[in-house]
């Protein structure tokens, strides 16, 4: 599946699926630049149909193969994931808007804490690995459509979602 119209975006992308199968510190270090890359590419997403959610998010699969997909979120305003952990890696950049990222620490199999809430501007780029824990919520905190870029190590073909483990804020 390939979305992206530009050769040289799918080749890089390509690329980072095999290096998906080097150490997890390479991989995190080319999913990085890969993300670094196409964000900074102007003109990234034009061209694509991106489904939109009107109150929530959309996910759009732009890239698949064996190793990775790729999906661009796009943010209505207010839109939030749950508060979730990944069964992959999961690496993402933000193209548009303010998208902010609650990081959330576990305090049994279903609940979990507030640690920190980071605004997310255009060219941020974040790179995680599932050996945690990596709890997490995004949001768009802005007033206008957010679209952000993930990068997650699996194959979509075989996975409908990153999501291993989704939480409910602790009431403390």
Known sequence: MNA?????D?????????ASRATAEDYLEAARLTLEALAARPGLLDGLALKRTP??????????????SVWAMVWSVGARTSIHDHHCSCCFAVLKGT????????IDA??????STTARGPG??????????????????????????HIYGFDHR??????????ELAAL
């Open 158 to 167: 075989l996975h409908a979602s990153s999501i291993d483990r989704e939480y």
């Open 124 to 149: 941020y780029v974040a790179c995680m690995l599932p050996t945690g824990p990596n709890l997490h919520q995004m949001t768009n905190l802005g007033d206008e459509e957010a679209i952000s870029l």
């Open 99 to 106: 998208v902010g990222e609650s990081r959330f620490e576990a």
């Open 10 to 18: 799918t080749a890089l992308l390509s690329r980072l699926g095999l």
């Open 55 to 68: 109150g929530g998010y959309a996910r759009n699969l732009v890239y698949g193969d064996d190793d990775i």
């Open 110 to 115: 279903k609940r979990a804490v507030l640690k």
């Open 4 to 8: 992206l119209n530009d050769t040289n």
